[in-house]
């Protein structure tokens, strides 16, 4: 039985959970193939760490985004780090327009080169960019604009030194490995639409996309494997315990190396335990009157942030927090909060 059998099969018990957390994006049965796929393609995945390979799976059912490599959507890297083998999710420049999307924002973003017309207005979110067709021309910066019919567009530019600084610590720029950046001709403009996209997360209201950027940039601009755990958000090596420990040559299971289904969070509509029973270790409650006292906490606390340092500070600590609410009770909050810091 060779290694993507057995992977596939490992893959079996965690079916549920990724139906779960796909929440009808996609059907777990796409999600599967394009997992197999990039297997298929870049075989040196099953080479390493198998906890890393599953949490790249989890993220990507977290992201609702496949990782074939041929949409473009997500990708799974094998890098080699201490000498330890592990897969590194990533998102493409595609993957970013699509989270943009389903949290009703449009994503655009270029890069300019020299000659071009570029005009941005980083207040009005404006950016009036006129590209010379055929340009073959140095790329001078990058561009990426947020926009929305309930909020003003946002704008992000990133000038020449910015990118490289982000290229240059990118590992597999630093350890040498074959990566797109090094590709002057497709590679290195796409790269930089993608790093100009990441950074629009920095003023945009709390969604997934926030997940996936910092995700990123832990990687690629801090050189720590991360993925995103669909009950503890983000997860950078270095900053917890691995999730489960291990017998020393002993290959875990699927079950050992993601948390037990029995502890994983309930779809909304889910009924409540019987009266005098606690509810299971792990549930989330149905959403209500658990919700709308969760909701009036966050708005008080809002209410007596008086900076806009606070309320950075705040959103940061709290994004988790807002996205386990119902979708209802994320745009309340937000709404409230976008008001509330002006």
């Not at 893959?11 to 009808?24: C, K, M, N, S, Y």
């Not at 393609?41 to 760490?49: A, E, F, G, H, S």
């Not at 900053?239 to 875990?252: D, V």
């Not at 699927?254 to 009266?275: C, D, K, R, V």
Request: charged content about 20%.
């Amino acid at each position: 039985m060779n290694d993507l059998v057995v992977f596939e099969k490992q893959l079996q018990p965690l079916l549920p959970r990724f139906e779960q957390v796909l929440a009808r994006i996609m059907p777990v049965e796409r999600l599967v193939a394009s997992l197999m796929i990039s297997l298929e393609r870049t075989p040196k995945l099953l080479d390493c760490d198998r906890q890393s390979l599953l949490n790249a799976a989890m993220t990507f059912a977290v992201l609702g985004l496949e990782s074939d490599g041929v949409t473009g959507q997500a990708f799974m890297l094998p890098f080699k780090i201490k000498g330890r083998g592990i897969v590194q999710p990533c998102v493409g420049y595609k993957g970013y327009n699509t989270l943009g999307a389903r949290a009703g924002m449009t994503i655009t973003g270029e890069v300019v080169r020299e000659g071009d017309g570029f005009d941005p207005d980083t207040d009005l979110g404006l950016a009036r960019h006129k590209p010379i067709l055929d340009n073959k021309g140095r790329i001078v910066a990058a561009w990426a604009r947020a926009a929305s019919l309930t909020r003003p567009a946002i704008l992000t530019v990133l000038g020449r030194g910015d990118i490289d600084a982000v290229m240059n610590r990118a590992p597999a720029v630093r350890f040498d490995a074959e990566t797109p950046w090094r590709d002057p001709v497709i590679g290195f403009p796409a790269m930089a639409s993608k790093t100009a996209k990441r950074r629009l997360s920095r003023s945009l209201p709390l969604t997934v996309f926030q997940y996936a950027a910092r995700m990123e940039e832990a990687f690629e601009e801090q050189g720590r494997p991360s993925w995103i755990s669909p009950d503890r958000g983000v997860m950078i090596e270095g900053t917890a315990p691995p999730l489960t420990p291990t017998e020393p040559g002993e290959t875990p299971t699927a079950e050992q190396l993601i948390p037990s289904l029995s502890q994983a969070p309930q779809p909304p509509g889910t009924p409540e335990p019987a009266t005098g029973q606690p509810a299971p270790e792990g549930c989330n409650p149905p959403a209500g009157a658990g919700e709308a006292a969760k909701i009036a906490r966050l708005k008080a606390e809002i209410g007596q942030l008086a900076t806009r340092t606070a309320h950075e500070n705040w959103a940061r600590n709290n994004d988790s927090v807002i996205l386990a609410l119902s979708t209802k009770g994320q745009h309340e909050v937000t709404n409230f909060y976008y008001q509330h810091k002006g």
